[in-house]
């Protein structure tokens, strides 16, 4: 057979946990040949120093940003706002731009200000870029060439909330959405909170409002209708999991919302239902899916209240970050969209 | 200095962690002296070979309940269900019975059958028992011979709500409580759904919907309310953290909530308000609690919104079960009533 | 391109940990194609709800033994002792079987009944079963239709001493070998030890001396010389960690040490060499290869003492159990060696 | 009854772990009025912001030690090094000074210098000062005024095998010692090793060979003999469990290291030998020791080889710091010596 078509793929900060995960997907992709990973303060060293995972896997050293070169694809994996101060340097070096990073998720200024307390440095660029949300957007992203990778906590609360409120079921009452959150979702620098010892057995509500991930949620989610989110981080490493508070009418029931599922989700290669009746894996839960791509959607009704409580499942990193950003990759290059994704998650993890 | 005054205590089923944990205070309690406690499967053998952190600090040994006698304390630690259906054997052995299941905490035998599923066995006891909530419960406790103890994630959600309530401040909204609970709520035998490799990474909706212990949280609450109590299992041992969303009127600030919760529980001693804007250590977090008999309560508003975020921690088997139950004790009889709970915590755990 | 040419599979004993992992790795295989998983207790009920990582990817229901029809491969995953005694009843139903307990490893018939204390049930096939070690027994492997998989501590043991024991080097001192194993490693079966509140915090010497695979390690490793295993569990789900203490001549260095591995293991595609000057990855850690095929193998030599430090990293249930058994197939049926072992593994994990 | 007599105690560097240790076990002490406590980064804060576990239980403020002033007893919780070269300082404020730090363990200068890369900045003074193990140093305490505390490790391993070498028993072998470390013995500074993403699954051993405690473990153990440690973090917290493989003259038996550790140990208020032949719990294990200052030992023999595994386990910070400081401390007043040590320990935990 013949090598696959390849293109080339640089990577910009590339030694945070982000970064990382898209090289470690990327190495496994036929399309994808990964040429560049930079990091200003790693420059010369193997990448597999700071991504130990990649030992024997790869042979490429980190580089300065000054030192890039054209690359087909240009992946951004900077702190949140640093992408947007200089992306008329990154889109000069590549046809194809995937921010991993906050900047180019809203497209409102005024909404990006009010979230991220500045303004927007390139407001003008907004419009150019694509929420890579699959599920979403999966038409746009066909040929896109500005990908802006969603927010981790937002995909859990999107993915969940989605099709109730596309198919216009919800009361019009106020939906709340707790997210239990793993360590690595607040990066690879070590701080006080990250310590150890103050994290191993800690739950530790750290947005009990004001997460910034509300906007993207708002955005992308149909209708007119509170929603507020609550974090808390978690003893796991890597993984969120999300329960939602919402309120469907009178007289629906398991059964409805099973159908609304199916009916917005029922092709999607990366959405599993999970509502099984016996065992011990009823309900999502990111222990199955670490270093998978999958989002695991469950949800139960209290029948006397119209209460349903929506779950979703993921891994930050994965459908929560580099894997969202592959497959958005694998639909605007035509490839099969599950192309480097394949990782079945482990059991017992 | 003369020996304090020392009352006998019997633990029926003593064998799990209830009632290992009341043991554990009990033998530290200068008012309690614990003579008998019955397991019907490990009779004849030492406790510390079930309870292994009482090494070298008892050498009392498990005997079968049809060898129990009398004692001035009868503490009943059985399966809930176990200690109604028997309840008359029990309180002829002791003057004063503390009983640590749910059997006694329901006034309504209706509420006790659309909560358990069957008919209350003993229905025209529940008036002469107190529900084991100092906080809430104070007064009725002095003298009590007959205690209830508050189940845990009740405890966790009654304590957080209470000052709003009771003061009237809420919103006539629905209420959700989410609790992240340990494994050791779930009891001492081993299952599937406990077994280490199963549970270790799992972050695992266990009741979504239809959490018992909603019964007793609208019993203790003021007010006409829809609560929505939703309950997920976390890899921690001990501790419950729960989050609870709520909504306060137009205008009200922290400072209202703060003034809130020191009217109510100005004087209580096991009650912490943490809410603090420096460090890592802003809200409660059970990881501080484990083995102590603090509930710690935060808070936090969504200016924007009215929903106040209020947050509780525990330790499900001092707060929540054990330690409850002695400091209840102590009400009733006149000690100190941090007898036996001095417990500071650990840091870091 | 052509479809691959595949085998057809059947794994006996499908609903434990070794059995549930050679079933992941299989599916993700292009030559193997798993056609039958059996399980007396979970007969007809779909794999995925025992096996909730492969939701979506198989729908593969359990069948009974007694059902099971012939196939390419019977790889049998049943507790130690099982296989042995029916074996003839599997080899009639597939050319090559594999067996992943400890039925076939040891060529000794008295060590057997030494070390599992009773005779073995079909001595007469002992000496047609290879010892699924590729590192050690590649050319035995070419072609095998008899493959008992290597026990996963005894791997870990084995491929960090082979080096240096091969080349003569280490002095005739006693060896001490002290694993940290997972809790996978004990199997699915709940249990008292298992128990989450008991495991999770736990650093349990389980076999301090007299662990059976020590009677592998001695059959497998060259020369003659007391060597002392020590089991701890640890509270990770997967993996091992060994450490081994040895002594090497007057005059030794790291250097030496390093080549000795790189000689024995120069090209093995599955041993990679972890001794780093820098940052915190410097030594083998079996968090970084859940999920993959690699023994990551490390020293430190005293200099004052002549003592060195072996160390290795494994995933039990993978290069410990079903990716060694993989890898054993692959060369035995001359497909490339790391075919459906190529997950790297995930940092952070 | 009449309040106590009390010592005012001065903890100078109480921000970290060891000093905030000494903090909750000395406000605990019915003898012991801590008045002061220094933290130059936290100065004019209170204590409770550094060590939540203290909310509600001291108003005390961190200050500098520029305001140091006299008390009884000065506590030095800082840095290796820092303590002996401003030594003269601290013994100007007080009568009796502790010292957690390794600065005065070692009696030899040499033996200083060759494991700390330094001259002794006092080798006058490190006669006046009392190795603080209360086991081996019980009647030098009594009086005491210098106490060195011993370090973590070395407790661990010298406790374990002090009585088989004071009773001239083990064989003239090599000596082993493996110890398993929480996270907690780091320290209380974030760093890139201790970013809980890169430690909560990781077993990670950190001193195959060199480590620092093993010319304290030499110095206090009888016999001439190769003594080598390593030390490997685990994920947990707190605690050390140590095994030591050793060997034991023909002949011996379980019931002869029993004996062995029963003559030597057989009042210690702290010791327990933890052999049980039945349950989960037979050896020792640190899960039930957090918060504890016991010691708990165990051992097995290989009946085969005259191989003996011993075992010991301790809270880091409690026996491996500051329990054994107050136990020191109690000694050298005439206090009883498990005054402010009683607590039981938690299980499960």
Chains 1, 2, 3, 4 share one sequence.
């Not at 106020?174 to 979702?185: H, N, P």
């Not at 670490?290 to 119209?306: A, H, Q």
Request: hydrophobic share 40%; with cysteine.
């Amino acid at each position: 057979m013949t090598a696959p078509e390849q293109l080339s793929v640089a990577i910009v900060g590339g030694s945070g946990y982000a970064g990382g995960e898209f090289l470690r997907l990327a190495l496994n992709h036929p399309h994808l040949n990964v040429t560049q990973v930079t990091s200003e303060r790693n420059a010369n060293t193997p990448v597999s120093l700071v991504h130990p995972n990649l030992r024997g896997r790869t042979t490429l050293k980190f580089r300065k940003v000054a030192d890039l070169e054209p690359a087909d694809i240009v992946v951004l994996a900077l702190p949140h706002g640093s992408a947007a101060k200089r992306i008329g340097e990154f889109t000069a070096k590549g046809r194809i731009v995937v921010d991993l990073s906050a900047d180019f998720r809203l497209k409102d200024p005024a909404v990006y200000r009010a979230t991220y307390g500045e303004d927007h440095p390139a407001p003008e660029q907004l419009a150019e870029w694509v929420y890579g949300n699959p599920e979403l957007h999966r038409e746009e992203l066909v040929g896109a060439t500005r990908i802006a990778c969603a927010g981790c906590f937002a995909t859990s609360v999107i993915l969940a909330l989605y099709p109730l409120l596309k198919l216009g079921v919800l009361l019009p009452k106020d939906i709340t959405a707790t997210g239990l959150v793993g360590s690595s979702a607040a990066g690879a620098s070590a701080s006080d909170s990250s310590h150890h010892p103050e994290r191993a057995g800690s739950l530790r509500v750290y947005k009990p409002v004001g997460h910034r991930h509300t906007a993207e949620a708002r955005q992308e989610l149909p209708g007119n209708f509170p929603l507020h989110l609550t974090a808390i981080s978690t003893p796991r490493v890597r993984g969120i999991l999300t329960t939602v508070q919402a309120w469907v009418p009178d007289g629906w029931s398991d059964k409805d919302v099973w159908s609304a599922y199916r009916e917005v989700y029922g092709q999607e290669p990366f959405i599993r239902i999970v509502k099984v009746a016996k065992g011990i894996h009823r309900y999502p839960d990111p222990m199955l899916l670490d270093g998978t791509n999958y989002c695991d959607l469950g949800f139960e009704m209290d029948p006397d209240t119209g209460r349903v409580v929506l779950m979703s499942a993921i891994d930050n990193l994965v459908k929560g970050t580099a894997g969202h950003a592959i497959q958005s990759l694998n639909i605007s290059q035509g490839w099969a969209e599950t192309t480097g994704l394949e990782f079945a998650g482990l059991h017992p993890a």
